[in-house]
């Protein structure tokens, strides 16, 4: 096949054209003029441009990188020269997320379409491979010389130097057998893991089934023991609280009693003191204190001792008699003799008569009046004798003493009738506390409480049994568990069985591919190696390829083979450069040869070198069409 003309709005390109002609075509522009579009554009006419790539970090998909900057619809058309029939394809783009997805192949001049040809087969049918085989072979992009392996790219060279049948690749063979591997196990994942798991979760169902019945059987006999454990609770709480009923009621009546007896023994007091201080309030002195008698009586006894004695006194009624005699006798002596002494001392005596008369009289009537007073003070007592006195006294003592101690009596009746009140108030309130069986500290409580433990724990048990029955029945069938397990473990035995084959398969195929790549490599490392020498001035005579396509090479004068990370940057491209070349001349097809897209892969070289790889470049000119996209005029 051999490309004509290009007409594009792709990218930068708007609506511009480029023209070719047979042999090597060497198109010189700048850096960012457009080079790299048309190579794209050129691979996108032939192939189409895959909408359904995402763009992602470092990576911008072609529908994307080359959407026209004028904002125009992608499209383009490219005539070309296949079978010696000329062929326009014309790629266009109706929606914006399928760009150039209208295709349209009609021989040039004419609207007569190709036939068989669509957008999706044009690559194929125009040059004879596939997409990928193309962009690792005949498509050389810029800063892409190196060349990437390919299952389909693997078998095309393999098919050429060995059988002849391209149906068979050593990388689609392993990765189909690997992945035949990972389906059946993949570190865990994979049939056998999930065989693996199913079968431990029947065997950990199973155990757990097991268990259960175990522990269901346990829980069932610990309930059973609970439940008689509290029929012998509730007989025991039923005595207890008879018996705690009796002793309350005896201890009631017992209280009542005692109350009602002291009620009456204070009522015989209070009557007793009622009696005791009506006597004593019958009495002479009422009640009065004693103390306060006492300190009378004794003061009227000192008085009845001062009236005694005030009583006891005698005036001086002899001496006035005396005096009034003599009175008389001078008086009578005077009036004989007229002699004036005898009638000074008679009237002097008749003045003592008179004055001690006038004395004799006061104290009698002091004595009278002592006497009247002393009668008096005996008439309140009632005594005819102050020694009486005493007596009455001490009976008024006996009656108070009488009184004091009827009032002490009655005071402790009372305090005993009210804690015979208090104890029967305590008492009713603990025949109420007995009956409350449900709290306290008697025996009934106890056992109260120690039957609603077990009555709970006879409940927990018994959800506990709910619960275990409910997860054994989400296990499911044991039998049917057992069955499912059984066939598991055939289809893991099965799988297993498969699994070690197709690793032995897989070991199999290693050493059959060694045995191709025998006759693989040095084919390619021979071609490789003819234009390595080619393009160097036959300084590099070796090239030796692997089969992911990296590859060494040595000068005439090493004995061991450089690696590419030891070669210079233009003697690496030269060697991957012979590699592209040695690829296209054997993986496409050998009838109409298709173009060779090189995009500025030569930037890399010096002048002899470049000149070298040109001369190269229009040798293989002769056979198919090369274009070449650079930026050096040289």
């Known amino acids: 096949m051999k490309i004509n003309k290009l007409t594009a709005s792709f990218g930068k390109l708007e609506n511009e054209s480029l023209s070719f002609h047979q042999g090597l075509n060497v ?5 960012e003029s457009g080079k790299s579009t048309w190579c794209a554009f050129i691979r996108a006419m032939l192939y189409g441009v895959d909408s359904s790539e995402r763009a992602r970090a470092g990576y911008l998909p072609d529908k994307l990188r080359y959407a026209p900057w004028s904002g125009a619809p992608m499209e383009g058309s490219m005539e070309v020269t296949a079978d010696r029939c000329e062929i326009t394809l ?27 040809m669509n957008g999706s087969n044009a690559g194929e049918m125009l040059i004879g491979v596939s997409r990928d085989v193309f962009r690792r072979s005949a498509f050389i992009g810029q800063g892409a010389v190196a060349v990437t392996g390919s299952p389909e790219l693997e078998k095309r060279i393999s098919a050429i130097v060995s059988t002849g049948e391209e149906h068979s690749s050593y990388s689609e063979a392993d990765e189909r057998l690997r992945a035949w591997q990972r389906k059946r196990r993949f570190n865990r994942r994979g049939m056998l893991p999930e065989l693996e798991a199913r079968m431990d979760d029947a065997q950990r169902r199973l155990s757990d089934m097991s268990g259960s019945v175990e ?18 609770l509730e007989k025991a709480v039923t005595e207890s609280r008879k018996k705690q009923r009796r002793d309350a009621l005896e201890r009631l009546h017992a209280g009542r009693s005692e109350l009602k007896r002291r009620s009456e023994e204070h009522d015989a007091a209070l009557t007793e003191l009622s009696i005791r201080r009506e006597a004593l309030r019958a009495a002479d002195f009422g009640s009065r ?46 009036t004989s003799t007229q002699r004036l002494p005898f009638i000074i001392l008679a009237a002097l005596f008749g003045a003592g008569a008179v004055v001690l008369l006038l004395h004799y009289a006061k104290i009698r009537r002091a004595a009278l009046e002592a006497q009247g007073q002393r009668r008096q003070i005996l008439r309140k007592y009632q005594a005819s004798a102050p020694e009486e006195i005493g007596a009455v006294l001490e009976e008024h003592r006996a009656r108070w003493q009488a009184v004091e101690a009827a009032a002490q009596a009655e005071l402790a009746s009372r305090e005993a009738y009210e804690k015979a009140r208090e104890s029967q108030t305590a008492l009713e309130e603990g025949a109420l506390a007995a009956l409350d069986f449900s709290g306290g ?30 997860r054994l029945s989400a296990l499911g069938d044991p039998l049917v568990l057992s069955s499912s397990l059984s066939c598991v473990r055939e289809e893991h035995s099965q799988l297993l069985g498969e699994y070690e084959a197709i690793t032995l398969a897989i070991d199999a195929l290693k050493e059959a591919d060694a045995e191709m790549q025998s006759r693989f490599s040095p084919e390619l490392g021979r071609l490789a190696a003819e234009y390595m020498s080619a393009v160097t001035g036959g300084r590099y005579e070796d090239v030796l390829i692997n089969r992911d396509f990296s590859a060494r090479t040595r000068t005439k004068d ?3 083979a450089r690696e590419a990370e030891y070669l210079s940057a233009g003697t690496l491209d030269l060697m991957y450069l012979a590699v592209r070349l040695a690829v296209c001349e054997l993986a496409l097809p050998e009838g109409e040869p298709c173009p060779l897209i090189i995009d500025d892969a030569l930037v890399n070289l010096d002048e002899p070198r470049l000149a070298q790889a040109m001369e190269l470049l229009r040798r293989i000119a002769k056979k198919r069409q090369v274009i070449l996209f650079t930026c050096r005029k040289q």
């Open 289 to 334: 204190s004693v103390d306060e008698l006492t300190r009378e009586t004794a003061e009227d006894i000192s008085r009845l001792e001062a009236l005694k004695k005030e009583e006891k006194k005698r005036g001086p009624l002899l001496p006035a008699i005396l005096c009034f005699v003599l009175a008389v006798l001078l008086a009578a002596v005077y």
């Open 27 to 31: 198109i010189y522009a700048p850096n």
């Open 215 to 232: 522990d269901i059987r346990l829980m069932e006999e610990k309930l059973e023991q609970t439940r008689q454990s509290c029929a012998e």
């Open 90 to 116: 014309t790629r266009s783009t109706r929606a914006k997320n399928a760009p150039m997805r209208e295709f349209s192949a009609c021989y040039t001049g004419t609207n007569t379409p190709v036939e068989g």
């Open 558 to 560: 090493e004995a061991v």
């Open 441 to 470: 500290s008697s025996e009934a409580a106890r056992l109260s409480r120690e039957l609603s433990s077990r009555r709970a724990e006879a409940e927990r048990i018994s959800s506990q049994i709910s619960s275990a029955r409910g």
